[in-house]
């Protein structure tokens, strides 16, 4: 499904990235507030924004540096004797 | 999940002295950050590593030179940025890269496909199919879009520190960033909304 946006909707849509961040001043806010309680359309919008970066968010902290990497890493820098150290969990 | 968040800074002056042991320190504190960043502009492990390797060669010959203006972090972020770019730029010579089309004349950008995926199981979500998807999908971004998404939504600078480690204005940072979360919403609204007709059958 694809959609054309009223005038309205282009304005908060295209303020959007910024009223997640909390960029935006109070005013606009309560207008974007007010504009998604009665348009299910930019509420879908900005619910799959934030699902968006939360996925991207997600997959980022489920990689990690592999250990045989780490290890490359430390000799190539010629620190071998140093990379027995502890490791941070969760690096596999 | 920011550099040096919970640990201890290294000494800056052991650094200098390029003594390893706090050469060692840093590169645990800062290697998983450099590398996911590195995999994620690049999208291969193998480059990913190569850019992790010569960010710290090069921090290592240039500590020297590092006055301390700026956070170590923000620092060692624009070597792997800058590295990462020019791998890119080697990939792609001779290629004009174009941004994909979500954009209108006057600039402005819109969504185009609105479609609720929201209410998926999170197992769905985060299928190995569609990790597989979500990370081939940040590659779609042009390179100038991706890194400014990568600091800011999956490093989690801020985005003052963003437009440190790009040398760009805050304002060029929000626009970049726009840009690239609305075209990966897009991306994703295609693959998911598949997953949902899917699913009815």
């Given at each position: ?9 282009k ?17 606009f ?7 998604l ?9 900005v619910?799959?924004?934030k ?24 000799s190539?820098?010629e ?14 | ?27 645990d ?58 791998l ?18 006057n600039g402005?950008?819109l ?36 890194a ?9 600078l ?24 609305l ?19």
């Amino acid at each position: 499904m694809t959609h054309q946006h009223s005038s309205n909707c282009k304005n908060i849509l295209q303020n959007l990235s910024a009223y997640i961040d909390g960029d935006l001043d109070q005013a606009f806010c309560k207008d974007i507030e007010a504009h998604l309680a009665s348009c299910t359309n930019c509420q879908i919008v900005v619910n799959t924004l934030k699902k968006t970066i939360h996925l991207y968010q997600s997959d980022g902290r489920d990689t990690h540096l592999p250990t045989e990497v780490r290890h490359r890493l430390f000799s190539r820098l010629e620190l071998d004797d140093y990379v027995t150290r502890d490791q941070k969990s969760g690096q596999d | 999940m920011t550099i040096e968040n919970s640990e201890k800074p290294v000494d800056l002056k052991a650094l200098k002295r390029k003594d390893k042991a706090a050469f060692a320190k840093l590169v645990d504190q800062n290697s998983e950050h450099i590398y996911r960043l590195g995999l994620k502009m690049l999208g291969n492990p193998q480059d990913a590593e190569d850019v992790l390797q010569e960010t710290f060669i090069k921090v290592f010959n240039n500590i020297d030179g590092f006055e301390g203006r700026s956070k170590l972090s923000t620092w060692l972020y624009r070597i792997a940025v800058n590295e990462a770019l020019m791998l890119l730029r080697k990939r792609k010579a001779g290629i004009t890269q174009i941004d994909e089309g979500l954009e209108l004349e006057n600039g402005d950008i819109l969504p185009r496909q609105i479609i609720d995926w929201c209410c998926l199981p999170e197992k769905e979500l985060m299928s190995s199919e569609s990790r597989q998807y979500i990370q081939e999908a940040v590659q779609t971004l042009s390179d100038a879009n991706r890194a400014a998404f990568l600091l800011r939504d999956v490093e989690g600078l801020s985005t003052r520190e963003t437009a440190a480690v790009l040398d760009i204005s805050e304002s060029a940072v929000k626009v970049r960033l726009m840009r690239a979360r609305l075209q990966l919403r897009e991306e994703l609204t295609h693959f998911f909304a598949n997953r949902i007709v899917r699913e009815s059958l």
